[in-house]
């Protein structure tokens, strides 16, 4: 692959043909200055010569010329049988004035709301950080590639040109219905396909709803500790936020302080991150109170399988008579993050408010992602890759647990809750999670701090991991640099 180069030569002086004499000059110090400003970048290929000739509307002599002293100056280099590239610059020194505009211009204030979001950015950094031991991952290593693949390129086979254009907003028809059913069968959920709407995932499901309800000063309240990607959601949203602690059935609802709020944001299968499952005495509670005080309940149900499989409980959505509960769930967790497919059922009177914010925004997710997952799922392949995860997770849970304890018994006490991707270690003695963290990750083991999931001052501490991404060998192998790491570490 080369490079359409005709815009960078015109804007270093490759002009009109009338308006120089020498042709190949001309091209050859357009070409020098790119090259010299890495616009054309090192190793980059360059155009055939008889390429660049038609596009420049020159003939192909001139463009050999060109290249032969640019060769012959070392600023490209020649490989037989596949063209010429560019060579490094950094010893070449410029002696044409480029006119390079360096000072900074007078611009436009940044929103208010763009400042909040700047401000509210979340503090559990990803990055490219390994992914041992990140909290929320699946077992990555056994998702069925090659079987995705074959549907994938099915899909590409039998693709019809009308279906290269825009598509439905809220999502294709047949995965929807699809998720519809699924819903049905894994967590008796009953719903209409048209209130399902396809998303990238949780975040991207609650920017819509709080975009679509949420004004300045406007009440929400949040589980503490909660998923902190939705808290500075709402803080960049500029909502006043309510905290409401968790006690061993869940959210208090006693303790909301805050009287008609918009929304009350909730993870009762499995609470994001201590894993207490909302009891359903609770759940109850909450629908009774959010009737009385004219609210919707967000019930994100990131991770139900993991949680409800072996004892399942009726989600907050089964149970609701008023339409007051949006739901949320998400194929990340199940598949892989990289798949970027999420789901929110919504009660007819917001469908239209979100569905114009979404047409005005991301518009709507790869169909050919869309209908993948909805072969995937007709086909019974989710099913059998469920089962499969799940028999892993639980597999590899047992062995993070037994090997953690081997190492750090006498340091940690780990939370050994069954449900989630997750477990919480708490040390014996009071010490910094964060700096724990930060020491860890240059070490490219991740483990975030505990106390981040807290809003406003935490009295917990610890480190919140993963165990189901990696293998044993690999989870055996991260815990022994951990030691290390931790053993040579200041308490």
């Not at 907003?169 to 059913?181: A, K, Q, V």
């Not at 208090?252 to 805050?258: F, G, L, T």
């Not at 059922?345 to 114009?356: F, K, Q, S």
């Amino acid at each position: 692959m080369y490079y359409n180069v005709k815009n960078i030569l015109f804007n270093y002086g490759f002009g009109p043909k009338q308006e120089y004499s020498n042709i190949y000059m001309n091209l050859y110090n357009a070409l020098v200055k790119a090259i010299v400003n890495r616009d054309l970048v090192e190793n980059g290929k360059l155009p055939p010569s008889r390429v660049l000739a038609k596009d420049l509307k020159i003939s192909r002599s001139t463009v050999i010329k060109a290249y032969d002293i640019l060769i012959l100056e070392k600023y490209i280099y020649s490989v037989p049988g596949s063209g010429c590239f560019v060579a490094s610059p950094k010893d070449k020194k410029i002696r044409i004035n480029l006119n390079a505009q360096t000072e900074q211009g007078n611009y436009p204030r940044i929103s208010k709301r763009g400042v909040s979001f700047i401000r509210n950015i979340q503090p559990i950094k990803t990055g490219n950080m390994g992914i041992a031991f990140r909290p929320g991952l699946p077992p990555l290593d056994i998702f069925p590639v090659q079987q995705w693949q074959q549907l994938s390129n099915d899909y590409w086979k039998t693709i019809r040109s009308s279906e290269l254009s825009y598509s439905n907003t809220f999502g294709l028809e047949c995965l929807r219905e699809n998720i519809s059913n699924y819903l049905k069968i894994y967590r008796n959920i009953n719903c209409d396909a048209e209130q399902i709407i396809i998303t990238t995932g949780s975040l991207h499901s609650l920017f819509l709803i709080g975009n679509a309800l949420i004004n300045k000063k406007d009440g929400v309240v949040i589980e503490n500790p909660t998923y902190p990607h939705a808290y500075s959601l709402f803080n960049s949203l500029r909502a006043k936020i309510f905290s409401t602690h968790i006690d061993e059935e869940g959210i208090s609802v006693a303790s909301i302080k805050c009287q008609n709020p918009k929304l009350v944001y909730t993870t009762p299968s499995n609470q994001y991150p201590s894993g207490i499952k909302m009891s359903m005495k609770r759940r109850m509670e909450l629908l009774k109170w959010a009737n009385k005080e004219n609210t919707f309940i967000v019930e994100d149900d990131y991770d139900h399988e993991f949680s409800n499989w072996e004892k399942p409980l009726t989600s907050i959505y089964g149970l609701d008579g008023q339409e007051r509960v949006i739901y949320l769930g998400t194929f990340n967790k199940l598949l892989h993050p990289s798949i970027r497919m999420g789901y929110m059922i919504v009660p007819y009177y917001l469908l239209d408010a979100i569905r114009a914010l979404y047409e005005q925004s991301s518009r709507f997710v790869p169909p050919s992602m869309q209908k993948t997952l909805s072969t995937f799922i007709e086909r019974d392949y989710l099913n059998k890759h469920l089962r499969k995860v799940i028999e892993t997770s639980i597999l590899r849970k047992q062995m993070f647990v037994q090997h953690f304890e081997d190492k750090f018994a006498n340091r940690f006490i780990l939370e050994s809750n069954p449900l989630g991707l997750h477990i919480i270690a708490k040390d014996r003695q009071p010490f910094s999670d964060i700096l724990t963290s930060s020491i860890l990750a240059k070490k490219g083991i991740t483990a975030h701090p505990f106390s981040n999931y807290f809003i406003g001052n935490s009295l917990s501490s610890g480190l919140v991991m993963g165990y189901a991404s990696v293998n044993e060998k690999i989870i055996k192998k991260k815990l022994e640099m951990m030691h290390r790491v931790l053993d040579a570490a200041p308490r």
